[in-house]
């Protein structure tokens, strides 16, 4: 196992008698740009959030950023306390610079942080949330479906702003959508889920051109609605 | 043809269409794109005529568009079923409500094409998936063989696999049976590959009203680059080949 | 704020509305207020001059409208008028009921509330346990006894049989211990069950799991998210709960023959002194309208959301 990559193995996953997530292993190499795609209900944030969770018990720094930000944000508190409140859970010390810094890099307006999240643009909500996840500068992000819940042109923004942040980090990503459009143009590596399976894992060029499985076919064939002319 | 000549709505002070012209052909697609609050929905309520028209026009072959007896499909259908009707009740409502006899096979010629069987039409809302309740949703507003059909982002709520599907399902009955539709959707992907013409909306204005075709190539307008580049961006629309 | 100042005229328009429908009320009641008047003064037998004259001083003889003008012109100045058995001003002896009722009320809610925050949080540690139901079932049956059958029962046992606490009167400070905990538990009644569904439903909200997710404690999320989230429901439901406490409060004033407004009142209805009365129910309309002020402000300050769809 090289330095500084994330494992984890066997994770599975029950609830009330049923199997969301079969006995799943997995190895996260550092800065690795990875794709889970797959159905509605195939178990992909299932599991994103076990990955979360156990990495998170291995006392690895993992951040998740949830589809919608209503699923992350505390709708009756000040973005600036919910700003200190995960600064505190990560044990860091109020830092105004980093502050700065992470919210000039994700166009979030510094002067609205005494506000709450309503009233806040939902794009700049969302970004909000990345800021927070990459607080602690994590090994592993979960990005589950982060622009689905955005009109186009903002999630193209926030998507093109994440890429620039991400750059030249060390950040390790996990971009689970049910869109292989979306995941072709920005990961490196795809996993493709069924039935609470991983039926396919393999890079995206060579899973584009050479599906193996019905899953990965299926989304191969629905990759984008048109192709345009050039 | 459903036309829509000069029609203002006002939202208090704001104007949330302004000054708005389409013209839809029988038989063909309209796509409305935009962002949120653009005014996509309320062309939709402007056309059904659920909301009063501070200035203009709309109508289908010079009546008024409630005359043809219009119908729409809705985002999350299974918010707008009833829980407590079984699928079918909920299907047939319509039909009732118009008192005019459904041809004897209609009903199960639709069920075939939209893949729903008779078992899943004695369910309940809760009882079906999304993709499922969406193509009831499309039988329901089917039976009756209206002239005009409303979308009003049909596929949102459904994954990428299941879109495409069910946008084909929709184009196909569309070539069978005739009917305009008018498809009100943020995925400029799916208004390039389905409609004939696509209507750009920004903050209640138009924006841009172009050739389909015409518009996937070039965008004439500045809103309409950013819309595309975003398609682009974001896997919708594919320039790579 | 151009919220905030249409609440506050609302709130002035319905304290109007209260004063005059009082005045009117007491006004069409039926029965002779001058004869009732003349009893309470010189016994049971009067002769009709001895009315007459009464009528006459107490300004029982002029129309409804002139009678309005008369009591209400003074009372835009805080004059309350004057007490038309004893002839003397009503608001000083108003101020002296309420100095006993206040407190009383005061301590029931608090008494109330911390009794049924506690049960909640006990209730909601483990929602459908038998500790839940227990709670849950116990309220029930509170909400359920009347005050009068409550407070004579804590009589029998803390004061007939025990012997622990002083039940009639006012003299010390232990004896407004009794009648609190009579009101308190009727209040905790009510409101236990809000507070554990509010609890519950904020425990139920999207964004908790993504906090734990960021590392935040458990205890922290406790306090910092779910008790805000718990506590409208809570908020909303005082503004109503103060019906009972004034309501409760005159019940509770009655069976431990404490003084203050309920006794004010019940002597005030019996002698048909108009002015005390009036003053009683216009004081209630008072302090309905400014406690629902504040609560629909504080309610502003937890959640703008709820100003902003109402406006």
């Given at each position: ?5 994330l494992?984890?193995t ?10 969301l ?8 190499s ?8 797959g ?6 944030s299932?599991?994103g959030?076990?990955?979360?969770d156990?990495?998170?018990a291995q006392g690895?720094?993992v ?9 992350a ?5 000040s ?7 995960a600064?505190r859970?990560?044990?860091?010390a109020?830092d105004?610079a980093r502050?700065?810094?992470l919210?000039?890099?994700?166009r ?5 942080l ?12 969302q ?17 589950d ?17 994440l890429?620039s ?8 990503i ?10 072709a143009?920005r990961?490196?590596?795809?996993l ?5 399976h ?13 599906p ?19 | 043809?459903l ?7 006002k ?8 000054d ?6 029988a ?15 309320t062309?939709?309520a ?9 200035n ?5 072959d ?6 043809c007896?219009?119908?729409?499909v ?21 039909v009732?409500a ?10 199960d ?5 939209l ?9 309940r809302?809760?009882?079906i ?15 009756n063989a209206p002239?005009?059909?409303l ?12 879109q495409?599907h ?9 070539a ?6 008018l ?7 799916y208004?390039?590959a389905y ?5 750009v ?15 996937v ?11 595309r580049?975003?398609?682009?961006a ?8 | ?25 007491l ?7 001058a004869?009732?008047i003349?009893m ?5 037998i ?12 107490a300004?029982l ?7 309005l ?5 003074p ?5 309350f ?8 001003p009503?608001?000083p ?8 009722t206040i ?15 506690s ?7 483990r ?25 004579l029962?804590?009589?029998l046992?803390f ?5 622990w ?5 006012a ?21 236990m ?14 964004f ?5 997710r ?7 999320i406790?306090s910092?998210?779910i008790?805000?989230h718990?506590?409208?429901?809570v ?5 109503l ?10 019940m ?7 003084p203050?407004l309920?006794s ?5 209805i019996a002698?048909?002194d108009f002015p005390?009365?009036q ?5 209630a ?27």
């Open positions: 196992m090289s330095r500084g990559s494992l984890v066997d994770l599975s996953v029950q609830r009330s008698g049923r199997v997530l079969h006995p799943t292993s997995l190895q996260i550092r800065g690795e740009r990875l794709g889970l795609v159905a509605s209900g195939s178990g992909k299932t599991l959030h076990a990955l979360v156990t990495l998170r690895r720094r951040a998740h950023v949830p589809q919608s930000p209503d699923e944000l505390d709708p009756l508190r973005m600036a306390f919910q700003w200190r409140e600064e859970a990560l044990g860091l109020p105004y502050q700065q810094q919210c000039t890099a994700l979030i307006a510094v002067d609205q005494g506000q709450r999240p309503w009233g806040w643009s939902r794009g700049m909500q970004r909000f949330v990345i800021a927070l996840a990459l607080l602690g500068t994590p090994e592993l992000l979960v990005l479906e982060p622009t689905s819940a955005l009109d186009p042109v903002i999630a193209a923004r926030t998507m093109k702003l890429d942040v991400l750059a030249h980090g060390q950040t390790a996990l971009l689970i959508t049910h869109d292989l459009g979306l995941a143009r990961v490196d590596r795809l493709v889920m069924h039935d609470g991983i039926v396919e894992d393999a890079a995206t060029a060579a899973l584009l051109a050479h193996r499985t019905p899953a990965a076919s299926a989304l191969t064939r629905h990759r984008s609605w048109l192709t345009l002319p050039c | 043809m036309s829509v000549d000069q029609v203002t709505v939202r208090g002070r704001v104007r949330a269409l302004d708005i012209s389409l013209r839809l052909p038989g063909q697609t309209l796509a409305v794109v935009g962002e949120s609050g653009a005014g996509k929905s062309l939709i402007a056309v059904l005529g659920l909301i009063g028209l501070a203009g026009r709309i109508s289908w010079g009546a008024p568009v409630a005359h007896r219009p119908a729409l809705m985002q999350e259908p299974r918010a707008a079923f009833n829980p407590r009707l079984s699928i079918r009740q909920t299907v047939l409502e319509p009732v118009a008192r005019q006899p459904l041809p004897a096979d209609r009903l010629y639709l069920c075939d094409r893949e729903l069987s008779t078992e899943l039409l004695a369910r809302p809760h009882e998936s999304i993709g499922q309740a969406q193509r009831a949703g499309i039988l329901r507003a089917l039976l002239p005009l059909v979308f009003d982002e049909p596929l949102s709520a459904l994954d990428a696999v299941t495409k069910t946008a084909q399902l929709i184009a196909d009955l569309q069978e049976h005739g009917f305009a539709a498809i009100v959707t943020h995925d400029l992907g208004a390039a409609s004939e013409q696509i209507a909306l920004r903050a209640g204005r138009i924006a841009e009203l172009a050739v389909t075709a015409r518009f190539r070039a965008p004439a307008s500045d809103y309409g680059r950013t819309l580049a975003a398609a682009v974001l896997g919708a629309l594919d320039d790579s080949a | 704020m151009m919220a905030i100042l249409s609440l506050m005229l609302r709130a002035v328009v319905v304290l109007c509305g209260a004063a005059i429908a009082t005045f009117s009320l006004w069409h009641a039926p029965g002779d207020p004869l009732a003349a309470a003064r010189h016994g049971t009067v002769s009709e001059t001895v009315v007459s004259v009464v009528r006459e001083q300004g003889n002029v129309g409804f409208w002139s009678a003008q008369d009591w209400a012109g009372l835009l100045v805080g004059d008028g004057h007490s038309s058995v004893t002839g003397r009503v608001l002896d108003l101020l002296n009921a309420m100095g006993h407190p009383l009320a005061l301590l029931g809610l608090a008494i109330g509330l911390a009794i049924a925050i049960l909640a949080m006990l209730a909601t540690r929602p459908g346990g038998g500790v839940d139901r227990c709670a849950v079932a116990v309220a029930s049956l509170g909400a359920a006894i009347p005050v009068y059958w409550l407070g029962l804590l009589i046992v004061a007939v049989q025990l012997s606490l002083p039940a009639m009167g003299r010390t400070p232990l004896h407004l211990l009794l009648p609190a905990l009579t009101l308190g538990l009727g209040v905790a009644a009510a409101l069950r809000i507070i554990r569904s509010g609890i519950l439903e904020a425990r139920a909200q999207a908790l799991p993504a906090l734990a960021r590392g935040v404690t458990a205890r922290a406790a910092d998210h008790a805000l718990a506590a409208i429901p908020v909303t439901v005082l503004g709960e103060l019906a009972f406490l004034l309501e409760g409060a005159v509770v004033e009655v069976i431990f023959a404490r203050g309920g004010f009142l019940v002597d005030a002698a048909r005390k009365v003053a009683v129910v216009l004081l309309a008072l302090l309905f309208v400014t406690i629902n002020l504040l609560i629909d402000l504080i309610y502003r300050l937890i959640d703008p959301r709820i100003g902003a769809r109402s406006a």
